[in-house]
Nanobody, 120 residues
Framework: QVQLVESGGGLVQPGGSLRLSCVAS????????MGWYRQAPGTQRELVAA???????NYADSVKDRFTISRDSAQNTMYLQMNNLKPEDTAVYYC??????????????WGQGTQVTVSS
C-alpha cells in the first residue's frame, strides 16, 4: 500500500509561481513511476508531468518550459514547480504513483488532490 498526500496549491495571479509537493508513505520502495495529473471541472483528467524509473521527465506540451517535475528520494517527496502560471492551469492537481506488485499487475495510487486557481 502507498499513500500520497499533495500540498502547495492555492490562489495565485497569472504569471505567478507555485510549488506542489507530494509526500509518499507506505511501501514506497515499490514505486516504479510517479507523475502529476490535473483535472478542471467538466473535463477529463490529463497528464501534466511524469518521471519514469530512471528519473526521465515527460511533460504535456501545454506546460513545457514552465513546469518542472522532480523528486527527493530521501524524503519520499515529489515536487511540481509551476512558473508563469496561466488561468488555463486552474485545476485540481493529483499526485500519482505506479506501484510494482510481485503478486500481480502494476497498480496506480492517487492523492486526494490540491486545488490550483490562477486568477487576477
Amino acid at each position: 500500500q502507498v499513500q500520497l498526500v499533495e500540498s502547495g496549491g492555492g490562489l495565485v495571479q497569472p504569471g505567478g509561481s507555485l510549488r506542489l509537493s507530494c509526500v509518499a508513505s507506505g511501501s514506497t520502495f515499490s514505486i516504479n513511476t510517479m507523475g502529476w495529473y490535473r483535472q478542471a471541472p467538466g473535463t477529463q483528467r490529463e497528464l501534466v508531468a511524469a518521471l519514469d524509473s530512471g528519473d526521465y521527465a515527460n511533460y504535456a506540451d501545454s506546460v513545457k518550459d514552465r513546469f518542472t517535475i522532480s523528486r527527493d528520494s530521501a524524503q519520499n517527496t515529489m515536487y511540481l514547480q509551476m512558473n508563469n502560471l496561466k488561468p488555463e492551469d486552474t485545476a485540481v492537481y493529483y499526485c500519482n504513483a505506479e506501484v510494482f506488485r510481485s503478486w500481480g499487475p502494476m497498480v496506480d495510487y492517487w492523492g486526494q488532490g490540491t486545488q490550483v486557481t490562477v486568477s487576477s
